[in-house]
């Protein structure tokens, strides 16, 4: 009885000191699950508190903060790639000039202006049917000299020289087509004396010509000085002028016309 009173005296304080162990290791067990719950620190802790606050960690996804943003899609992968490519392929406007559209161009005008002149020829020579062909000349070239001379056909200018054209051959001044009727011809001469230019004078003289139809009208002038002042003033201080202009005017049968009477 002695050693088992002995026995257990000694188990009983064991078992006392066994129970309280159990009850601090159990709340010292909830007491690391209750601090575990709250943001794990990185900064310091043991290991068993860092796995704590993982699980809890997990066991709560809500409060973790969500993923960035994306940010705007400026059109990457090959999309992209080959966007850039094309925008980089692609000529660039010139601006020099279409060498062969203005060619195109200039032909087509050429064309219609060829075909205009045609169509106003056929009109001309239906509405003015009479050739008029007017002549100029200058016959006192020995002691004169012409310093201007004009031909006005209606009031137009159809010649002017002030070279002394006229004095040098007998040419055509003028040659074109007219509506039949009257028309008004003028002449205008300025001469100068060779021996002497101070003596100078100037004469117009105008004429009314018939234009017959499908007839070609011939006008022929020719001017001349027979004054001799020029040259008598510096011998006898005494002279005269005698500037003139002598016109004929002829019609003539057209060659074709003679050719059809045959």
Known sequence: MTVRRAAWLVLVPALALAGPGKGKKGKATGTTTTTTTAPADTGSGSGASAGSGSGSADTKPDDAPGPAAPPPSTGAGSGSGSGSAAAAAAPTKSDEPDVDALRQEYLALRDELYKSRARANAVASQLYSTRVSIKLTWTSGRYYGVSKSSIRLDGTTVFEDDKGAIAGDDGVRFDGY???????????????????????????NQVTVQAVANKDLVIAARAHDSGDIAYAWKREQHGNYGLGIDVAVKTLARIEDKGAKK
Do not use: N, R
């Open 178 to 204: 007219i509506a039949p009727g009257k028309h008004l011809v003028t002449f205008h001469i300025e001469a100068a004396g060779k021996d002497d230019d101070a003596f100078t004078e100037a004469t117009e």
